[in-house]
T-cell receptor, first 111, second 119 residues
Framework: QKEVEQNSGPLSVPEGAIASLNCTYSDRVSQSFFWYRQYSGKSPELIMSIYSNGDKEDGRFTAQLNKASQYVSLLIRDSQPSDSATYLC???????????FGKGTTLSVSS | SAVISQKPSRDICQRGTSLTIQCQVDSQVTMMFWYRQQPGQSLTLIATANQGSEATYESGFVIDKFPISRPNLTFSTLTVSNMSPEDSSIYLCSAPFGTSGRVRTYEQYFGPGTRLTVT
């Protein structure tokens, strides 16, 4: 059974702090990894994708991938109250195919 | 990114009836996917809609309950048949889009979802 595991949280951080979200996956052939943000009542919004080991930065977001440890993380720097949402980690084992989602981590940023 | 639209955005239906959800993509895509998100849960893949062939269903989902059409490369429908309250969920369609760069990769985008309540 292919699985993506996330700590459901809630993860609470003060405004301006770094939020660290973690994810592990069980399928060693997974090739692509994604972080989605989902506000309550809305559909998932893609915020980061990562395919190679190492770090990938985009603005306040940094995704980290370690395929040997089967571990993906998302760092959000200078967290803002508007970052409060559920963050979904997803993987796929072949380009363009369906995604396997974790249960999501709820992030709460307090002002 | 891409623009994916869904209709209806929400509906309240009586048990035993059926609802067809439409998904429109603003460019041609080979595959489209249908997911279900039950209250407070993550996304679960229902099926992959392939143009020109039968949909591929995940374990626990069957064609009689969730028939899918894919008449062309920009459109798909999902029907939720003989509904029961357990079918109350958000139904989402998505499609992968290729990214530019040296290595071809794909990013998957979602429609706004259809919130279904079955009474």
């Amino acid at each position: 059974q292919k699985e993506v595991e996330q700590n459901s949280g809630p993860l609470s951080v003060p405004e301006g702090a770094i939020a660290s979200l973690n994810c592990t996956y069980s399928d060693r052939v997974s090739q692509s990894f994604f972080w989605y943000r989902q506000y309550s009542g809305k559909s998932p919004e893609l915020i980061m994708s990562i395919y190679s080991n190492g770090d990938k930065e985009d603005g306040r977001f940094t995704a980290q991938l370690n395929k040997a440890s089967q571990y993906v993380s998302l760092l959000i720097r200078d967290s803002q109250p508007s970052d409060s949402a559920t963050y979904l980690c997803a993987s796929s084992n072949q380009a363009g195919t369906a995604l396997i989602f974790g249960k999501g981590t709820t992030l709460s940023v307090s002002s | 990114s891409a623009v994916i639209s869904q209709k209806p955005s929400r509906d309240i239906c009586q048990r035993g009836t059926s609802l067809t959800i439409q998904c429109q993509v603003d460019s041609q895509v080979t595959m489209m996917f249908w997911y279900r998100q039950q209250p407070g849960q993550s996304l679960t893949l229902i099926a992959t809609a392939n143009q020109g062939s039968e949909a591929t269903y995940e374990s626990g989902f069957v064609i009689d309950k969730f028939p899918i059409s894919r008449p062309n490369l920009t459109f798909s429908t999902l029907t939720v048949s003989n509904m029961s309250p357990e079918d109350s969920s958000i139904y989402l369609c998505s499609a992968p889009f290729g990214t530019s760069g040296r290595v071809r990769t794909y990013e998957q985008y979602f429609g706004p979802g259809t919130r279904l309540t079955v009474t």
